[in-house]
């Protein structure tokens, strides 16, 4: 508990309590200036910690009240971090200012949410990026035995099948390796790779849906060119967009993957000859929003899995930019810091 004299600017009295819990006396924090810089040493946070407990005083006041509350995130003077529910009564001419330790019960619901998230995520998953192609297998399945179908349009339909299934199983890895990093359960190792025998590996796996469609697949990237990174997730993040690449790039189209090197990261780029998507459906993406179209068109759908990857790059080091537009093809940067195996935790 802190008693503050606001006409003085004063700190009258820190309790026993406060001293053992923050660690600051009365004479090291001797006014309310000299308490915000050591309880929110980050300058952005701690104007906004202000504004908001300016805002909430002017409120209570317009309501004649006396009380006023506010949850923060206090750096304690030993250097750590715990959240605080703050409550200011006025007692006469001063202010009691008492801070109850809310850590536990803050980081308890943090986590709900985080759980609430990742149900979302994967109720969105299965309602629309797994069972719509899981519809599409079922009916090519159902409609077979009524078809009098050659040797070719045999193979052709085995060809689509095999790629319907190769897209769902990219989007539950990248949906697992999400939840995974979420619940800290995942391990980065990072090892070096070399991205054009990496790339011209997963190359492979597409020739089929490429000839399906005649669309090439280029990779332009210097054979030097190396990356310490994590192989599994960089597989996940490069698997996912190529699958949307050759999903929408148009038929005889080009999908071409180059790779540039600075000192400070690397960037790789896919790009397709697609429809292109509009400035909205790329911020929808990498701000993780609600895409209001989806529902309207499911095949235009840019999917969840973009998202997802999105989302792991940023938590494991990296970052995922795109450049697009209606009609002008799409160009997907996933950047990859300069990072050195012993130096990376997960």
Request: glycine share 4%.
């Given at each position: 508990?802190?008693?503050?004299?606001?006409?003085?600017?004063?700190?009258?009295?820190?309790?026993?309590?406060?001293?053992?819990?923050?660690?600051?006396?009365?004479?090291?924090?001797?006014?309310?200036?000299?308490?915000?810089?050591?309880?929110?040493?980050?300058?952005?946070?701690?104007?906004?910690?202000?504004?908001?407990?300016?805002?909430?005083?002017?409120?209570?006041?317009?309501?004649?009240?006396?009380?006023?509350?506010?949850?923060?995130?206090?750096?304690?003077?030993?250097?750590?971090?715990?959240?605080?529910?703050?409550?200011?009564?006025?007692?006469?001419?001063?202010?009691?200012?008492?801070?109850?330790?809310?850590?536990?019960?803050?980081?308890?619901?943090?986590?709900?949410?985080?759980?609430?998230?990742?149900?979302?995520?994967l109720l969105s998953i299965i309602s629309h990026d797994v069972r719509t192609p899981l519809s599409v297998l079922k009916n090519m399945v159902d409609s077979y035995a009524s078809?009098?179908?050659?040797?070719?349009?045999?193979?052709?339909?085995?060809?689509?099948?095999?790629?319907?299934?190769?897209?769902?199983?990219?989007?539950?890895?990248?949906?697992?390796?999400?939840?995974?990093?979420?619940?800290?359960?995942?391990?980065?190792?990072?090892?070096?790779?070399?991205?054009?025998?990496?790339?011209?590996?997963?190359?492979?796996?597409?020739?089929?849906?490429?000839?399906?469609?005649?669309?090439?697949?280029?990779?332009?990237?210097?054979?030097?060119?190396?990356?310490?990174?994590?192989?599994?997730?960089?597989?996940?993040?490069?698997?996912?967009?190529?699958?949307?690449?050759?999903?929408?790039?148009?038929?005889?189209?080009?999908?071409?993957?180059?790779?540039?090197?600075?000192?400070?990261?690397t960037d790789i780029h896919i790009k397709d000859d697609g429809p292109g998507m509009s400035k909205e459906k790329i911020n929808n993406i990498l701000l993780n929003r609600e895409?209001?179209?989806?529902?309207?068109?499911?095949?235009?759908?840019?999917?969840?899995?973009?998202?997802?990857?999105?989302?792991?790059?940023?938590?494991?080091?990296?970052?995922?930019?795109?450049?697009?537009?209606?009609?002008?093809?799409?160009?997907?940067?996933?950047?990859?810091?300069?990072?050195?195996?012993?130096?990376?935790?997960?």
């Open positions: 508990m802190i008693i503050y004299d606001e006409n003085e600017d004063i700190n009258l009295f820190a309790n026993k309590c406060f001293v053992e819990e923050i660690g600051y006396t009365k004479e090291e924090i001797p006014n309310i200036n000299e308490w915000h810089i050591k309880a929110y040493p980050d300058e952005h946070y701690r104007n906004e910690v202000k504004k908001n407990w300016k805002k909430l005083l002017k409120d209570v006041q317009a309501e004649d009240e006396l009380h006023a509350k506010q949850t923060v995130r206090i750096r304690a003077k030993n250097g750590t971090y715990k959240w605080y529910e703050i409550h200011r009564n006025v007692v006469g001419a001063v202010d009691v200012i008492t801070y109850n330790n809310v850590d536990e019960l803050y980081k308890e619901n943090e986590q709900l949410a985080s759980y609430n998230e990742q149900i979302k995520m078809l009098d179908l050659s040797k070719e349009e045999m193979k052709e339909m085995f060809s689509s099948i095999s790629l319907e299934i190769d897209q769902t199983f990219q989007l539950i890895n990248a949906a697992l390796l999400w939840i995974s990093s979420k619940n800290e359960t995942f391990s980065f190792h990072a090892e070096a790779i070399n991205l054009y025998h990496f790339f011209s590996g997963i190359k492979e796996n597409y020739l089929a849906a490429c000839k399906e469609k005649n669309i090439v697949i280029k990779i332009d990237a210097d054979r030097n060119i190396n990356i310490t990174y994590d192989a599994f997730i960089l597989e996940v993040v490069a698997r996912n967009i190529i699958n949307n690449a050759v999903k929408f790039c148009f038929e005889n189209g080009i999908i071409a993957v180059t790779c540039n090197q600075s000192a400070g990261y895409d209001p179209g989806k529902q309207k068109d499911e095949k235009k759908g840019f999917g969840v899995g973009l998202k997802i990857i999105n989302q792991c790059l940023r938590k494991y080091h990296g970052e995922m930019m795109i450049e697009s537009g209606i009609n002008q093809g799409t160009m997907v940067t996933v950047r990859i810091p300069a990072l050195h195996a012993e130096n990376i935790q997960s």
